[in-house]
């Protein structure tokens, strides 16, 4: 079917090196600040909507560090109350900067249907990786909680 966006596009002797793309790979987690302690499943939406709104007030009480766990890993966004909605993403990263041949492979929108506009990022600029590019970045570029 022609209506359909390419699935797949043959980039012959413009592919980027795999090895390298390969080599450049980094695994990154999202990590939800979660309620202490968890409500139950049963727990009514309205008491869960106020355990959220007096979350930082109760941290705040019980000398919870709002920003890290007791293993100091970074919490990247407030989970809601319901553990049911909770988010833990684990992303893999490759990084495809300067590698030769990538200007000539096309960008698709989400569907594959349309050709799009790239827009490059690296991982320095969204404050993934310090400056160096080396090492995790330890600024925090989340809205505080």
């Known amino acids: 079917?022609?209506?359909?966006?390419?699935?797949?596009?043959?980039?012959?002797?413009?592919?980027?090196?795999?090895?390298?793309?390969?080599?450049?790979?980094?695994?990154?987690t999202m990590f939800p600040q979660m309620p202490d302690p968890m409500p139950l499943p049963s727990t009514p939406p309205a008491e869960l909507q106020k355990e959220i709104a007096s979350r930082d007030?109760?941290?705040?009480?019980?000398?919870?560090?709002?920003?890290k766990d007791p293993h100091g890993r970074k919490f990247t966004h407030k989970s809601t109350s319901n553990v049911s909605n909770t988010i833990h993403g684990v992303y893999f990263t490759l990084d495809a900067t300067e590698l030769p041949g990538l200007d000539k492979v096309p960008a698709f929108d989400l569907f594959g249907l349309?050709?799009?506009?790239?827009?490059?990022?690296?991982?320095?600029?969204?404050?993934?990786?310090?400056?160096?590019?080396?090492?995790?970045?330890?600024?925090?570029?989340?809205?505080?909680?």
């Open 1 to 28: 079917d022609s209506s359909v966006g390419p699935r797949y596009v043959t980039l012959g002797k413009d592919a980027p090196d795999h090895a390298q793309l390969v080599q450049s790979m980094r695994i990154f």
């Open 57 to 67: 007030s109760r941290m705040a009480e019980s000398g919870r560090d709002p920003h």
């Open 114 to 145: 349309d050709e799009i506009k790239r827009e490059w990022k690296s991982l320095q600029d969204l404050k993934v990786l310090d400056s160096d590019g080396k090492h995790t970045s330890t600024e925090d570029t989340k809205p505080t909680f």
